[in-house]
């Protein structure tokens, strides 16, 4: 049997989680919790070979925070971070903290045990790819790296020349890709995209 944490701020979503594993007849749940500042709280106190991390938890914790403070002081513990959310940042960060699965909720094509199964075998499954999600007259797959990280920027408030010293470009540039994404997106203002990216979950500010 494998040992289960359950990391889950929305009580539905982990009641169906619990009651899904324990059907299997495959896993136990050691604990199910809401905030993720208590997960690497458990790992200490119990013995977890697997973790079920929502990346937004209680008390705005970031289930990518704990995941990392766990896989560097527990590195055999196996992490799946979960999200209904498709902000496109979600899978490098979980891949920067060393987790070893991704289950994307409400978008996935492979249900959640067999990510379990294949996770415990040794594999890695992670989405090809972020959900495509319609902005304007575009899809969030025909946005460059650079213009969501000039999104990010606008959601957060910054102004032209601040985003050109955070990303380390000319105000010009900056002024490019704003261009370019009015055109592809048609919308009229950046407010319009801002608001529209924010509304679909494609850029969460606060992460």
Sequence with gaps: ??????????????????????????????ASIENAANAEIAC???????????????????????????KK?????????????????????????????FWYKEFGNIDLLEICRQTMAGKYPWPEKSPVIPIGCTVSSELTDRELEVIRALALGMKYEEIARDLGITANTVKYH??????????????????????????????
């Design 178 to 207: 704003i261009k370019n994404l009015m055109q592809k997106t048609g919308y009229r203002n950046t407010l319009q995209l801002v608001a529209d990216v924010v509304e679909k979950r494609l850029i969460l500010p606060k992460y």
């Design 44 to 70: 200490m106190k119990e013995n977890i070979d697997l973790i079920l991390m929502d990346v937004c938890t209680a008390d705005d914790e970031s289930g990518l925070d704990a995941a990392a403070k766990i």
């Design 73 to 101: 002081h527990y590195p055999d513990i196996r992490i799946i971070i979960m999200t209904s959310m498709p902000e496109h940042s979600f899978m490098q960060k979980a891949r920067n903290c060393g987790c070893d699965g």
């Design 1 to 30: 049997m494998t040992n289960v944490l359950i990391v889950e701020d929305s009580r539905i979503s982990r009641e169906a989680i619990e009651h899904q594993l324990t059907a299997s007849g495959e896993y136990t749940i050691i």
